[in-house]
Antibody
């Protein structure tokens, strides 16, 4: 059964860079059938798509975040990562990693990242 | 960006009721629509993809319909486990976008 698990700091200071990693188990990330990516959900609010990547390194980003986002993949570790630069308190959210086939499934359990000094 | 609008935002219903949630797209998305269920503190869970295809393991009381710009999620007979928030998502174009959510509450 495919599982995804987010990891990374739960607290980031304003203006710094948020970095998260998603580890995939139970299947290979090196498949041409799926993209892998990130979403977020501010506390008590709705879902926002951040971007995704395929194992070749091709990416798609939300234009609203594109200038600050980098998604990368490490096929040797079966992992992919998110970097979001110049964070503000508005970036405080639960961040989810997930597998994409257009629709999104499965999802990681999510990790809360708080931006605060 | 394609805007997705769900209605209602909140829905109060009783166990055994039949309920319908609507999702409208700002432009045609063919059948490239998914529905998710989210419970508090948990990640969303895929229910329906390609507008009407039931994800494996999802109870058959969940059903989806529609194409183009108007879509519905129907729960034929509400069970206690169904009280949650539901989201639609289009995957016709990047950036993928979601509806604002419909919270299904116990009446």
């Amino acid at each position: 059964q495919l599982q995804l698990q987010e990891s990374g700091p739960g607290l980031v200071k304003p203006s710094e860079t948020l970095s998260l990693t998603c580890t995939v188990s139970g299947g290979s990330i090196s498949t041409s059938y799926y993209y892998w990516g990130w979403l977020r959900q501010p506390p008590g609010k709705g879902l926002e798509w951040i971007g995704n990547i395929i194992y070749t390194g091709r990416t798609n980003y939300n234009p609203s975040l594109k200038s600050r986002v980098t998604i990368s993949v490490d096929t040797s570790k079966n992992q992919f990562s998110l970097r979001l630069s110049s964070v503000t308190t508005a970036d405080t959210s639960v961040y989810y990693c997930a597998r994409y086939n257009g629709y999104i499934s499965p999802w990681g359990q999510g990790t809360l990242v708080t931006v605060s000094s | 960006d394609i805007q997705m609008t769900q209605s209602p935002s909140t829905l109060s219903a009783s166990v055994g009721d039949r309920v319908t949630i609507t999702c409208r797209a700002s432009q045609s998305i063919s059948s490239w629509l998914a529905w998710y269920q989210q419970k508090p503190g948990k990640a969303p869970n895929l229910l329906i993809y390609k507008a009407s295809s039931l994800e494996s393991g999802v109870p058959s009381r969940f059903g989806g319909s529609g194409s183009g710009t108007e879509f519905t999620l129907t729960i034929s007979s509400l069970q206690p486990d169904d009280f949650a928030t539901y989201y639609c998502q289009q995957y016709h174009d990047y950036p993928y976008t979601f509806g604002q959510g419909t919270k299904l509450e116990i009446k």
